[in-house]
């Protein structure tokens, strides 16, 4: 029994990889070249994740949520704690796009370069897949719970979406930005 979970793991890994292959060799085909626009948006989206991750940890602050719960009438305690639950899943899902939308650039450009590293890419990708089932799991959670009742999750989730912009930063600078065109055609191919 405990020999199937290795094998299990590995299927799984092996079928992401396949799917990430075929998706990358579509993307050659119909994706529009990498621009210094897409560098941009890319590097764009990256700080943006990181600033709202630093500011999402005060938001949601394990003190706001005691004060108002001491000193809060019911329905001030119903107003701060509905408009946290809708501000906690907003930035999550704004969080899950931005990653996309890198994951994205990052399969993009992979058609336009090579990167001798097939570890660094499978390190991208289990981060990447990290990311979305943690992020997935923890949007039912905020939904149902509340942000002040799954600050572990919301701090797993920071760790996590932390962890992958921290390895695309490193991906993001293999990339020469001077080499991309601004009219839509890549200087790589």
């Known amino acids: 029994m405990t020999g199937l979970v290795p094998i299990s793991v590995l299927g799984t890994l092996i079928l992401v990889l396949g799917i990430r292959l075929v998706?990358?060799?579509r993307?050659?085909?119909q994706s529009p070249?990498?621009?210094v626009d897409d560098y941009a948006n890319a590097r764009e989206a990256l700080d943006s994740v990181f600033v709202?991750?630093?500011?999402?940890k005060r938001i949601f602050s394990v003190e706001d949520?005691?004060?108002v719960a001491r000193s809060g009438t019911p329905d001030v305690q119903r107003l701060f704690f509905g408009e946290r639950r809708k501000l906690a899943l907003q930035w999550l899902r704004r969080t899950q796009q931005q990653i996309a939308q890198l994951i994205d650039f990052h399969l993009r450009l992979a058609s336009y370069t090579y990167?001798?590293?097939p570890g660094f890419e499978l390190?991208?990708?289990a981060k990447y897949l990290t990311f979305v089932v943690v992020s997935s799991i923890a949007l039912a959670l905020l939904w149902l719970l509340g942000p002040f009742k799954a600050?572990?999750?919301i701090s797993y989730i920071i760790r996590t979406a932390g962890n992958f912009c921290t390895t695309f930063s490193l991906r993001l600078e293999r990339v020469n930005p001077t080499r991309l065109s601004s009219d839509g055609e890549s200087l790589l191919h």
Do not use: C, G, H, K
């Not at 709202?52 to 999402?56: D, H, P």
């Open 65 to 67: 949520a005691e004060y």
């Open 151 to 153: 600050t572990r999750t």
């Open 115 to 117: 990167d001798p590293s």
């Open 23 to 25: 998706a990358q060799s």
């Open 123 to 125: 390190m991208l990708t």
């Open 52 to 56: 709202e991750t630093a500011a999402i």
């Open 33 to 35: 070249a990498v621009t």
């Open 27 to 29: 993307n050659r085909r």
